[in-house]
């Protein structure tokens, strides 16, 4: 079935580090693929999205490339801040006859420390 | 309008008491629906609307869960009989789109969610 596999957490940075979260997917069709993020307290919220082969989304200097050849889209950043602290969740979108069919992985804890 | 808002935050309950969660979303959106997140994992899709009707349901949607969503605005979830395994986060999420041939994949905006503890 469709599913979407996240690299485990948590994760623990000092601040300026290097960022990244790996995601693989496996999906009948040819879904759209995202970054939710969620800080503490909070509901999800969209950082970026792809939806199509080699297509690059970006935000806040994240950045994640969907490849299709290796079912992946592993999230990035050059330089995190503490402000980045938050739980990420890769999510990939099938569109089914009525509606939008989002799956998510079980979520990546990032902790920033100064 | 700001974004998806939902009510209360924050429930406790006793088992067996019956609760009910409201979410009010994007004003323009047609499209609603309600996920279900426990400790340490993802959302997991529980129901989805298109205006006023309920299109799809997933088997975690047990006979205790209902959902309504009666004039295509504002929807509600009600948990009867709450057991232990209903602690989680509700969350609510609505997106534009639901036209007739459309294949474009829509954008959900979540809303806070409401996290019901059952004691």
């Known amino acids: 079935g469709d599913s979407v596999t996240q690299m485990e957490g948590p994760v623990t940075l000092s601040e300026e580090a290097f960022l990244t979260i790996n995601c693989t997917y496996t999906?009948?069709?040819?879904?759209?693929l995202f970054w939710y993020v969620q800080y503490p307290g909070e509901g999800l919220q969209l950082l970026l999205k792809?939806?199509?082969?080699?297509d690059k989304g970006s935000n806040k200097g994240f950045e994640a490339t969907y490849r299709k050849e290796t079912t992946s889209f592993h999230l990035e950043k050059g330089s995190v801040q503490v402000s980045d602290s938050a739980v990420y969740f890769c999510?990939?979108?099938?569109?089914?006859?009525?509606?939008?069919?989002?799956?998510f992985g079980p979520g990546t804890s990032l902790s920033v420390i100064p | 309008d700001t974004g998806v808002s939902q009510n209360p935050r924050h429930k406790i309950t006793k088992r067996g008491q019956n609760v009910t969660f409201r979410c009010d979303p994007i004003?323009?959106?047609?499209?609603l629906y309600w996920y279900r997140q426990t400790l340490g994992q993802g959302p997991e899709f529980l129901t989805y609307?298109?205006?006023?009707?309920?299109?799809?349901k997933s088997r975690l949607l047990s006979d205790r869960f209902s959902a309504e969503r009666p004039k295509g605005s504002f929807s509600t979830l009600e948990i009867q009989r709450t057991e232990q395994g209903d602690s989680a986060m509700y969350l609510c999420?609505?997106?534009?789109?639901?036209?007739?041939?459309?294949?474009?994949?829509?954008?959900?905006?979540f809303g806070p969610g409401t996290r019901l503890t059952v004691t």
């Open positions: 999420a609505s997106s534009p789109g639901g036209r007739k041939g459309d294949r474009v994949t829509y954008e959900q905006y």
């Open positions: 999906a009948t069709g040819y879904p759209s």
């Open positions: 792809a939806t199509k082969a080699d």
């Open positions: 999510a990939l979108s099938l569109m089914k006859t009525s509606y939008d069919k989002v799956i």
């Open positions: 004003s323009e959106h047609n499209r």
């Open positions: 609307f298109q205006n006023e009707a309920q299109l799809e």
